[in-house]
C-alpha cells in the first residue's frame, strides 16, 4: 500500500485516544502514580506473552547490544521521565500549555533526526508538521480557555516551573522517539517493533521501581490494586495504549521519517473531541471544529 505508514499512524493515534479514556477513568479512581506502575506490568505480561507465542521467547535476547542500549536510553527517558515531566506540567500549569508544549515534539523530532539521523524534507512537509501543530493548538487553547471563563473554575497561573515540567515532557518524547529509531536500525533492516517496546517498558519499569521505593509510594499501590475496577481499566488502557498504541507507533517509523510520524502522533487531541461529546457530553465549538480541519490540512500536506 502507499500509504501504509500513515494509516498505521492513524490507527496508533486511535489506539492513545481508547487509552487515554481508560486511563483516565483509572487516574479519578486511584490517582495517576500507581496507574503508571500497574499500566506498565500489564503491558509488560502482555509482551511476554505475545513474544513467546509469535517467536518462542519472552525476551528479545537475540537483540544486537546497541539496540538494548539505545531503545533502554528511549524507555528511561521517553516512558519514564517524559511522563514524570508531564504529569507535573499538568498539575502545575494544566492541559492547554502543558499539551501545546508536548505537541512541540514534532517538529523538535525532525530537528534532530534532521541533524543527527540525516533524514531529509521537502518544503511542503515541513509546512505540513506547522500546519497540523497549529490546528491542534487552536483546539487545545479553545478548549481551555472555554472551561477557564467558567465562573466555577479559576484561571491557572502560568509558572516558569510548570513551563520547564512542559519542555521537559516535550524533549523526553522527542529524544525517546529518536533514540528508538535509532536502536531499531540495524544493516539488514528494522527490528520487530513489540520487542523494541518491550525493552523500553522494561527499561521505564525498572526505573519507575527505584523512583516508588525512594518516594515511598508503594502503598498506594496497595491501595490501588484492590479496586478492581481501576485495575481493569488500567489493564485495558494497557493493551491499547502502551502495548499495541506503542508498538505500532516504533511500526510507523519503519515507513516514516521521524519528523512526520511525530507530527501524525501529535493529533491525540484532535481525536479526543468525538470522545469527549459522545462520553463526556462537552460542547465542541465551530474554533475546535476549525482547528480540527486545519490538522487534517496539514497531514495531507504530510502525504503529498
Known sequence: MVFTGELIAIVTVLCWTISIQFFEAASK?????????????CALVLFGCFLFFRHGYILPVNFPAH????????????????????????????????????SLSAPT???????????????HQWMGMMVTLTGVGIVILERNQKTSNSSNLKIRQ???????????????????????????QTDSGYLDAFAATQIRA????????????????????????????????????????????VSLSLLVLHYLT????????????????????????????????AGAAIAVSGIYLLML
Request: glycine content about 10%; proline content about 3%.
Open 109 to 123: 523530532a525532525a530537528l534532530i533526526g534532521w541533524i543527527f539521523l540525516k533524514e531529509t524534507y521537502v518544503l
Open 158 to 184: 502560568i509558572t516558569v516551573k510548570g513551563v520547564l515540567y512542559g519542555f521537559g515532557a516535550m524533549l523526553g518524547q522527542a529524544l525517546g522517539y529518536i533514540l528508538s529509531k535509532k536502536g531499531m
Open 202 to 245: 522494561i527499561a521505564a519499569f525498572i526505573c519507575f521501581l527505584i523512583f516508588f521505593t525512594i518516594m515511598g509510594k508503594w502503598r498506594d499501590v496497595r491501595v490501588a490494586i484492590k479496586d478492581r475496577k481501576a485495575v481493569v481499566f488500567t489493564a485495558i488502557g494497557s493493551a491499547v495504549g502502551p502495548f499495541l498504541g
Open 258 to 289: 521521524t519528523g512526520v510520524a511525530s507530527s501524525f502522533l501529535s493529533l491525540v487531541p484532535i481525536f479526543i473531541i468525538p470522545f469527549s461529546i459522545v462520553l463526556h457530553k462537552e460542547h465542541v465549538s465551530i474554533r475546535a471544529a
Open 29 to 41: 479512581r486511584v490517582g495517576a502514580a500507581p496507574v503508571n506502575i500497574i499500566r506498565l506490568t
Open 67 to 102: 539496540a538494548w542500549i539505545y531503545l533502554s536510553l528511549s524507555g528511561i527517558i521517553g516512558f519514564f521521565m517524559g511522563d514524570i515531566f508531564l504529569f507535573k506540567a499538568l498539575v502545575e500549569i494544566g492541559p492547554r500549555l502543558a499539551m501545546l508544549i508536548f
